[in-house]
């Protein structure tokens, strides 16, 4: 009897456990009734008739994380590549992911590579690696077009990796010193230029500086120049001016006769001081008149002081000289 109780309440725990179920938050469930499509449950608190309904799925509702496999892929110039990726997705429809596809993983898998490789095929090498945004949103464009029948979006696809073999690796590396020693070469080459185009910018400046410099200077000078000519011309014209002015006073002529008298004495005086021969005039006989000439305008010149006798005296001895 108690065998039987004990049986009866376990009956009783199975019939309430296929009566009542609760989905997860994350879960969207599928019940069938008899085989056929009932509806998806929600997360939540459910009944369903026991013996009668059933949930034949379970999908998450969370965003999916798939790996793509590494395959190989040839672009456009005929190099092989080997390329991988994560493909990111979220299922929107359970009815659909549920009896539109057996296994939509491994659907998604199949379709990411395929359009990966016309994709990859439609590029050359260096294309690969310059539009990797372009070719993940158009590989993205195509799966979600295509498995829209699955109930299954996709929100994006990114390249994980492009390896080239090892022989377009080493052929690539050769590529890129050439292009470098390329580079420096042109940098050196552009350096070399400008450096010669300065110093000759400076020498052009220098040339400049100092025929400016040269050519103020002589203006300078010529300045300097004109400008004493003009000082001494005009002292000189003031000088004969004050001369020619003094010459018509009376006594002035006579004052000019002694004053060249003078000057010539004087400079006679020089030659015979610096000259080691004897110099004598050309003219000896003349040099007595010379003399007299100046004694007579020294005495015409000089201030009458005298008295009367005494000027009687000074005629008679010069008519005895």
């Not at 003094?246 to 005086?269: C, D, H, T, Y």
Request: aromatic share 6%; proline share 3%; with cysteine.
């Amino acid at each position: 009897m108690e065998s039987l109780f004990t049986l009866l309440v376990f009956a009783v725990f199975i019939l309430l456990l296929r009566m009542f179920r609760v989905i997860p938050m994350r879960a969207l469930a599928v019940r069938e009734r008899l085989g056929a499509f009932r509806g998806v449950l929600q997360p939540g608190f459910h009944f369903i008739v026991p013996f009668i309904d059933r949930i034949a799925y379970i999908h998450d509702s969370r965003e999916q994380v798939i790996d793509i496999p590494k395959q190989r892929c040839i672009t456009r110039d005929n190099v092989e590549v080997d390329v991988d990726g994560v493909v990111y997705l979220k299922v929107t429809d359970a009815q659909k992911a549920s009896y539109g596809i057996t296994n939509y993983n491994a659907a998604v898998i199949s379709l990411a590579q395929t359009t990966m490789r016309s994709e990859i095929g439609k590029l050359n090498l260096d294309d690969t690696f310059r539009e990797r945004d372009k070719i993940n949103d158009k590989i993205v464009h195509e799966i979600d077009k295509a498995s829209e029948p699955w109930g299954i979006k996709f929100i994006r696809y990114e390249i994980r990796s492009i390896d080239p073999s090892t022989n377009m690796l080493n052929t690539m590396e050769k590529q890129m010193e050439a292009e470098r020693q390329k580079r420096a070469d042109i940098t050196l080459a552009q350096g070399d230029k400008q450096a010669r185009i300065n110093v000759s910018e400076g020498e052009k400046r220098s040339a400049i500086n100092i025929s400016e410099g040269e050519k103020q200077k002589r203006i300078n000078e010529a300045e300097g120049r004109s400008r004493e000519i003009t000082l001494v011309a005009n002292a000189s014209a003031l000088g004969l001016k004050q001369i020619a002015s003094a010459i018509q006073k009376p006594g002035g002529m006579r004052a000019v006769k002694m004053r060249i008298v003078e000057q010539f004495l004087e400079e006679f005086g020089n030659v015979l001081a610096k000259s080691k021969l004897s110099v004598v005039p050309g003219k000896i006989a003349e040099l007595q008149s010379y003399f007299q000439g100046l004694s007579t305008l020294t005495e015409n010149t000089a201030p009458q002081k005298s008295s009367t006798p005494s000027a009687t005296a000074t005629t008679t001895k010069g008519g005895k000289a």
